[in-house]
């Protein structure tokens, strides 16, 4: 891909607002613009950064009659290198949003010599242009996509460098304990340790624990992301399907009093106080005396496996052995140092029924947070909804700055630099020869060089790029 030329393409979706922007960018920006637009204010090649210039925009090219010469009225932005987004010459053109002036513009944009830009490029451009780096460039699409302000407040410290300066903290580190354990190198003949061991293995340890925080901060800083995945579990009948569309508020899943409706699992996603949870009903069980053997399960056990949060109905109408023998059978699956477990008793509304529900109720506190519910009436829904926001909020950093990681190929990349700095750790401790250490030690720093794309290949870029829409 040549990423000197100039590009153009729009930045809006023309036909679904009032005005439609097309941007241009590469070094010709204003000569290609200044073909077809005519402003009492002058050309754009005469005009200073940061200014915009109203005209019109006259097709000069081809046959059209002079009437059929007028596209549009039109504001243009003026960008000067290195101030503008891809550090390059730039203009920024908004027309009225309709699909046939903005295909006119493209066309004629190209008839004056630019071209359509790829997905991503003009971000790929701002990469290639230092205006950013590879984090932050990936983090400018996870704010156009946030959807919740937690999604949107992690995406913005990423995009404005928190993110990245904690990186480049560790890499320095990294690149002090190698430049210490190569110093030793340049003297082995003389069988000197300059580095002092236990120094050098306290930097080590440090820089190692931060990579694992970072990694470790996915799981959370994913869910975010993309929705706090909550399973909804329980024996069929005990209100799943009932519960779902009590909290999304539409008949999402197929509410029946067979037993096994529930074929698959059924999503629906909402946000509750600025946190997106996606709610996931699954399958109910089926006919089968082991609960943990049973096909369903299987399924549903995987999903549990996937929640980050598991709700666990059970109906106090039905005996309470049932419901310790489900919930023992989950909390033998669950991993709690990063999985909540709410144990909802459900059917409140038939407490009545029920001859002794403080009894109950204890027999199955022990599994975990209790909240009673009535999915038919609304009842406990608002304390359920509160406990789910406060769980999560109890797992989000304190600090509002701080780093989480929501990218896949970055987890990726850590779990790897982690991996290396173990490798390092172990050969320090048991006394390899520092040239191997520091081999180690370099394969930690490629690999974090990954993230910011300090090290990184087209083919990683061309991928990276290739998911951004057109105009980004
Ligand atoms: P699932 O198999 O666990 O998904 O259960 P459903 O949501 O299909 O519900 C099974 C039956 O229990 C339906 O007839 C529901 O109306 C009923 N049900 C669900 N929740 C409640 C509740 O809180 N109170 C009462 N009285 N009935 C409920």
């Not at 295909?103 to 010599?113: E, H, I, P, Q």
């Not at 009948?237 to 508020?249: E, R, Y």
Request: with cysteine; glycine share 8%.
């Amino acid at each position: 891909m040549d990423l000197h030329d100039t590009i153009c393409a729009p930045a809006t979706v023309p036909g679904t607002g009032a005005i439609t922007v097309i941007r241009v960018s590469g070094p010709e920006s204003f000569a290609v613009v200044d073909k077809f637009f005519r402003s009492r204010r002058g050309t754009l090649a005469g005009a200073e950064g940061y200014t915009i210039l109203y005209g019109s925009l006259v097709d000069p090219f081809g046959e059209a009659s002079l009437e059929d010469q007028f596209v549009d009225d039109v504001l243009v932005s003026v960008f000067r290198a290195p101030h503008s987004y891809t550090g390059e010459d730039g203009a920024e053109i908004s027309c009225h949003a309709s699909a046939y002036i903005a295909t006119r513009v493209l066309s004629l944009l190209c008839k004056a010599g630019a071209r359509l830009a790829e997905p991503g490029e003009f971000t790929r451009r701002a990469f290639v242009n230092g205006k950013m780096d590879l984090a932050q460039a990936e983090a400018v699409a996870d704010v156009i996509s946030s959807s919740s302000s937690a999604a949107h407040r992690i995406a913005v410290t990423q995009l404005k460098g928190g993110y990245s300066a904690e990186l480049a903290s560790i890499r320095e580190a990294l690149v002090e304990i190698t430049s210490l354990l190569e110093l030793e190198l340049d003297f082995s003949e003389e069988e000197v340790e300059f580095a002092d061991r236990s120094r050098l293995r306290s930097l080590l340890v440090s820089a190692s624990a931060k990579v694992h925080g970072l990694s470790e901060s996915f799981r959370l800083g994913n869910a975010i992301k993309n929705g706090v995945p909550v399973a909804i579990v329980g024996e069929p009948n005990t209100g799943k399907s009932t519960l779902l569309n009590a909290l999304v508020g539409e008949d999402r899943a197929i509410v029946s009093d067979i037993a096994g409706t529930t074929r698959d699992s059924i999503e629906a996603s909402m946000v509750l106080d600025g946190i997106t949870f996606r709610f996931i009903d699954t399958a109910g069980l089926r006919e089968s005396s082991d609960w943990v053997e049973s096909k369903g399960i299987e399924r549903t056990l995987k999903m549990v496996g996937a929640a980050d949060i598991v709700l666990a109905l059970v109906d106090p109408t039905r005996s309470p052995a049932e419901a310790q023998q489900m919930l023992a059978s989950l909390t033998a699956r669950l991993d709690f140092s990063s999985q909540i477990l709410l144990v909802l008793v459900n059917k409140m509304d038939l407490n009545k029924n029920v001859k002794d529900i403080n009894n109950f109720v204890s027999s199955v506190d022990s599994y975990g947070d209790v909240v009673l519910i009535s999915a038919l009436s609304g009842e406990g829904l608002d304390e359920l909804r509160s406990t789910l926001v406060r769980k999560v909020q109890q797992r989000l950093p304190g600090n509002s700055d701080a780093v989480l990681v929501t990218n896949a190929r970055h987890h990726e990349a850590l779990r790897h630099t982690a991996e290396s700095l173990d490798t390092a750790l172990r050969a320090l401790d048991a006394g390899t020869p520092s040239d191997l250490v520091a081999q180690d030690l370099r394969a930690a720093l490629h690999y974090l060089g990954t993230i910011t794309g300090a090290v990184t290949t087209d083919e990683v870029l061309g991928e990276i790029f290739s998911r951004f829409c057109v105009g980004k």
